[in-house]
C-alpha cells in the first residue's frame, strides 16, 4: 500500500501571505497612518513609558534641536567616516588578495584553501570576531 494521494484527496491550503496585494482596513500607509497618533496619545496618556518609547512630538522636537545645534551633523559625519574607512579598507584588501589569488599560484595556493575554509561559516558569524 502506498502514501500516494489522489488529487480528489488533496486539499489546497490558501496562501497566508498577502505578497504586493494591497491590504483593507489598515488605512493609509507610511506616516500618513493614525498610528503615530495612537503612539503620541499612548505616551502622554502613560500607556508606554516615555523612558522607553518618547512620543513622537519629544523625537521631532529633539531632532530639531539637535539639527540646529550642529549636533547631528557631528555625529553623522562621524558614522560617516566610518563606514567610508572601512568600506575602503574592505574594498582595498578584496582587490589586492583577490589579485594575488587570481594572478599568482603561490597566492592562489595560500588563498583557497583559506578561503574554502571559510566558506561554509556563517558569514553573520564572522561579524562579531
Request: net charge positive.
Amino acid at each position: 500500500m502506498t502514501s500516494r494521494s489522489t488529487s480528489s484527496e488533496r486539499t489546497l491550503v490558501r496562501f497566508r501571505g498577502g505578497g504586493f496585494e494591497r491590504s483593507r482596513g489598515n488605512g493609509p500607509p507610511g506616516c500618513f497612518s493614525p498610528r503615530p497618533a495612537r503612539w503620541e496619545a499612548a505616551s502622554r496618556d502613560r500607556l508606554i513609558d516615555p523612558l522607553f518609547l518618547p512620543p513622537p512630538s519629544q523625537i521631532w522636537t529633539a531632532l530639531q534641536q539637535m539639527i540646529v545645534s550642529g549636533e547631528l551633523f557631528r555625529h553623522l559625519a562621524a558614522s560617516l567616516l566610518r563606514i567610508g574607512a572601512g568600506w575602503l579598507i574592505g574594498s582595498l584588501a578584496g582587490v589586492l588578495f583577490g589579485g594575488l589569488i587570481g594572478l599568482s599560484w603561490l597566492g592562489r595556493s595560500i588563498g583557497i584553501p583559506f578561503i574554502s575554509a571559510l566558506f561554509p561559516v556563517p558569514k553573520i558569524a564572522l561579524l562579531r570576531s
